[in-house]
């Protein structure tokens, strides 16, 4: 199979996703309801640790309370650019440090083993900002490396090695087979049968963000926020994707499976929990959008 870089392709396709990167760094007014009102904003990524979410955002990672009103987690407040939760229930994580605190620009890969409390950094500190990471059963960690365009994998989340070059926003690992990994592009989903090292060209939806919880919970958002399940061919690109629902707010800024019931998703608005495979959604946390670029 040939390496794939995607390239430019159709008007729609390229505004649609570059729409659902724009959209982030966009002032929305929340939507009016019973929520509270709190000024989370900016989410890049999404996790449970047993049955408490976390919403890891652009000043530190947070968890709502009963209300619903998100409070910092720890006393880090860098910009978190990747993160996932790890099946032993660590966290790790990417991005930038928080202004004023030093160090380099970039913070490599950290992890937390005290569900946010503290972190350290495990690799790559001041050369890589992850802007996807995911992990695989065998807990090989996959990061996709933003700036420069390649996708990084990790047997132990130290030692490194540089796999396919593709432009991509998300990426995501199949739970029941560690080679086979997706990648949201320009061009619709690609799909990895080698672990990432070539990619074949995607088919079907384009999409934002996908995420793989269980062997048979595959889903993905669109730029607009529209739901859709996926079902893997096992091979080449092939993955079917059916339309769901659409998720509340539009404008998605993270999706993350936790298994065939259960979905977390990030809007312009909110942070929504499904409990019935993507069929409807309840707002656990209210977000503003954050004003201007970052």
Not at 105 to 121: C, I, K, P, Q
Not at 268 to 281: A, I
Request: charged content about 20%.
């Amino acid at each position: 199979m040939k390496k794939y870089i995607p390239g430019p392709t159709g008007t729609a396709a390229v505004t649609a996703l570059t729409l659902a990167l724009t959209l982030t760094a966009c002032s929305q007014e929340p939507a009016a309801d019973d929520a509270p009102t709190v000024t989370l904003s900016h989410i890049h990524g999404l996790g449970v640790r047993g049955d408490t979410l976390y919403v890891a955002t652009h000043d530190g990672v947070h968890t709502p309370d009963a209300t619903g009103r998100p409070t910092l987690v720890g006393d880090r407040r860098d910009d978190f650019m990747g993160f996932t939760v790890t099946a032993s229930g660590a966290f790790l994580a990417s991005g930038h440090p928080a202004p004023g605190t030093g160090g380099p620009a970039d913070l490599g890969l950290v992890e937390s083993t005290d569900a946010g409390r503290t972190w350290h950094e495990k690799s790559l500190g001041g050369e890589v900002d992850f802007h996807s990471l995911d992990t695989a059963p065998d807990s090989t960690v996959y990061g996709y490396d933003s700036a420069n365009g390649r996708l990084r994998v990790s047997p132990d989340g130290v030692t490194w090695e540089d796999r396919a070059a593709l432009r991509a926003l998300d990426i995501a690992v199949s739970p029941a087979t560690p080679g086979t990994v997706l990648a949201t592009t320009e061009t619709r989903v690609a799909r990895s049968a080698d672990g990432g090292r070539t990619f074949a060209p995607g088919e079907g939806q384009v999409l934002s963000y996908v995420s793989w919880g269980a062997p048979d919970a595959l889903f993905g958002v669109d730029p607009s926020g529209v739901l859709f399940r996926g079902t893997d061919t096992g091979t080449g690109s092939g993955v079917r994707w059916a339309r769901v629902s659409t998720v509340p707010g539009g404008a998605p800024q993270a999706l993350t499976v936790v298994d065939a019931r259960r979905l977390l998703a990030a809007t312009q608005v909110g942070v929504y929990e499904s409990r019935d495979g993507g069929l409807t959604f309840e707002r656990r946390v209210t977000v503003t959008s954050g004003k201007g670029g970052h």
